[in-house]
């Protein structure tokens, strides 16, 4: 295994040197930074004037503020989504494939290392570049929620781990299509496949399953077809956030609104998950196993 | 002497529809024994060392290289190999890649303390504090040699090491090839500079789309008078159809 430990240990070394995966990270950073501070100088404009909260309004200080609160988070759960696809697009575009294309792999392949090492130190690196990189932002996130005022701390966790783990899934698709073919190529095989040809799946199976598609045939047929693509896993977090909503709007909990919200990833689905990661990181091994340099 | 690889009957074509880049090449490379490899641009030699590397598959034919497939990772653990045209992670520096490739080859602590300094003054790196990418093609060949010889390796592949090289760069590389031949190590050389590979040489094979058109010691090849380089063109131009070798418009009076 020493291999497989030198290759991932100069993988993330040659990943913390890319300026593209610097430059996502910035902005991401900044962007968080931007979301937090502009909405609590927000709410330190609406509070310094007295009119604002209080008898002439029928929405008090702290209310305003939980509201803010409950935006910048759901703004934050779609920022770190954003910002872990692009950074897997951007791990996965180029973590073996410049080395394949470089001619770099003929001068590794040509020691005593197995493809197999070399792809499992690869992959290792990969996903520990992305756990960290995200996982930083995360920790900014968390940190800019202390301006607020708390208890949403366990939804930004679930949420961290469902982006995560759908970003991992992306990160093996763009790997191991990059293997077969040009970078960019790959990269728009996977947005393909993985946002528009999975999403429209996941829809019209969620539809059919919810009674909206009364076809027997459609069902059938959408029944079989999501089994065959990747399921986003979805934290509890999202449904979390709009029952706080809701209560903060003076709603009732079961507001039908919440039904139209997926359910929490169970059992099944995360082990649907494993199962992909370990089909596509197979298909990672196979391509790089396969490949003449 | 120990037979170091053996190659026996070793075809390979890229698509079907292609001809054949490696077409029934045999040879063997002994201990201390430096063989030529030589012929013109598409005659197939780089496809011959990437296969003994284990990085192409031939399509027939075996390679026993160490006695083991070269798929092996265990066989190539005393191969080195200096590509043409070698590059490396681009965002690594010299220092790292060595190190690298010291992982991959099991060297532990030690021996990297004292072999990857020693190595880059060799190469005329030691200084150098540039990521890869922002190497010439000169300084990446200097880091090709460098790495393929790191392993203190029995077999040692250098495929055209001198191309991208000054005259003192290729000075060093030929002082290496002797001291390496006196110690036992077998050379595979693969030049267009035929008095190169004339003087270090004990072997020779001349290769033309893909196939062996000569081999045998350099005196069999070379016959008393002649030089490698005449023996060359004779047997090129005598198996390839004779093409005009000027344009007709640098012909042309003005």
Redesign the interface.
């Known amino acids: 295994m020493n291999g497989a430990l030198a290759v991932s240990r100069y993988t993330l070394l040659e990943l913390s040197r890319r300026r593209v995966l610097l430059v996502f990270f910035i902005i991401g950073a900044l962007g968080i930074i931007a979301l937090g501070g502009g909405l609590k100088i927000l709410y330190q404009v609406a509070s310094s004037n007295p009119n604002n909260f209080g008898n002439a309004s029928n929405v008090d200080a702290a209310t305003f503020d939980r509201f803010l609160e409950l935006l910048f988070v759901s703004y934050l759960f779609q920022a770190l989504s954003v910002f872990a696809l692009l950074i897997a697009f951007g791990i996965g575009m180029t973590a073996i494939y410049h080395d394949l294309e470089s001619g770099a792999a003929v001068s590794i392949f040509s020691k005593p290392v197995s493809r197999f090492a070399f792809t499992i130190g690869k992959l290792a690196a990969a996903v520990a570049g992305l756990i960290v990189i995200v996982g930083l932002l995360a920790v900014e996130a968390r940190l800019i929620m202390f301006l607020f005022g708390g208890g949403l701390e366990s939804a930004l966790t679930g949420q961290l781990l469902a982006v995560v783990a759908n970003a991992i899934v992306v990160m093996l698709i763009v790997l191991s299509l990059s293997t077969w073919m040009n970078n960019i190529l790959a990269a728009i095989a996977a947005f393909i496949y993985y946002n528009v040809i999975t999403g429209v799946i996941s829809t019209i199976h969620m539809l059919a399953d919810g009674g909206v598609i009364g076809n027997n045939v459609v069902r059938d047929v959408f029944d079989v077809l999501y089994w065959l693509v990747p399921h986003q896993l979805v934290s509890s977090a999202v449904r979390d956030l709009a029952q706080a909503e809701i209560q903060i709007s003076g709603g009732v909990e079961n507001n039908q609104a919440l039904a139209t919200i997926p359910s929490p990833s169970g059992a099944g689905d995360i082990a649907w998950w494993v199962f992909t990661v370990l089909v596509f990181a197979g298909l990672v091994y196979y391509a790089v196993r396969r490949r003449q340099v | 002497m120990a037979t170091v690889v053996s190659v026996q009957n070793l075809r390979k074509r890229y698509r079907r529809r292609d001809p054949w880049a490696v077409d029934g090449v045999t040879f063997e490379l002994e201990a201390g024994q430096a063989f030529g490899l030589l012929g013109p641009n598409g005659a197939g030699k780089t496809s011959v060392v990437?296969m003994i590397?284990?990085?192409?598959?031939p399509d027939s034919g075996t390679i026993s290289l160490f006695g083991s497939d070269p798929g092996n990772?265990?066989?190539?653990?005393e191969?080195g190999?200096a590509?043409e045209?070698?590059?490396?992670?681009?965002?690594?520096r010299a220092p790292?890649v060595l190190d690298?490739?010291a992982?991959?080859?099991?060297l532990d602590d030690e021996e990297r303390k004292r072999r990857i300094p020693e190595t880059l003054a060799f190469a005329g790196l030691e200084s150098e504090r540039r990521?890869v990418r922002q190497f010439s093609k000169g300084m990446k060949q200097r880091l090709?040699i460098a790495?393929a010889i790191l392993?203190r390796p029995k077999l040692l592949i250098l495929d055209e090491p001198t191309a991208d090289l000054d005259p003192i760069g290729r000075r060093d590389v030929r002082a290496l090839i002797e001291r390496l031949k006196e110690s036992g190590v077998a050379i595979l050389l693969n030049s267009h500079l035929l008095s190169e590979v004339e003087r270090v040489c004990d072997n020779v094979a001349i290769l033309a789309r893909g196939s062996v058109l000569k081999e045998g010691t350099m005196s069999e090849v070379v016959p008393e008078g002649s030089n490698l380089e005449e023996v060359f063109v004779q047997l090129i131009e005598a198996n390839q159809p004779q093409r005009d070798h000027m344009p007709s418009f640098i012909s042309e009076r003005q």
């Open positions: 990437k590397a284990g990085l192409l598959r990772p265990a066989a190539r653990a191969l190999l590509p045209d070698p590059d490396f992670p681009k965002f690594l790292e690298y490739f992982s991959l080859l099991g990521q090709g790495q392993g």
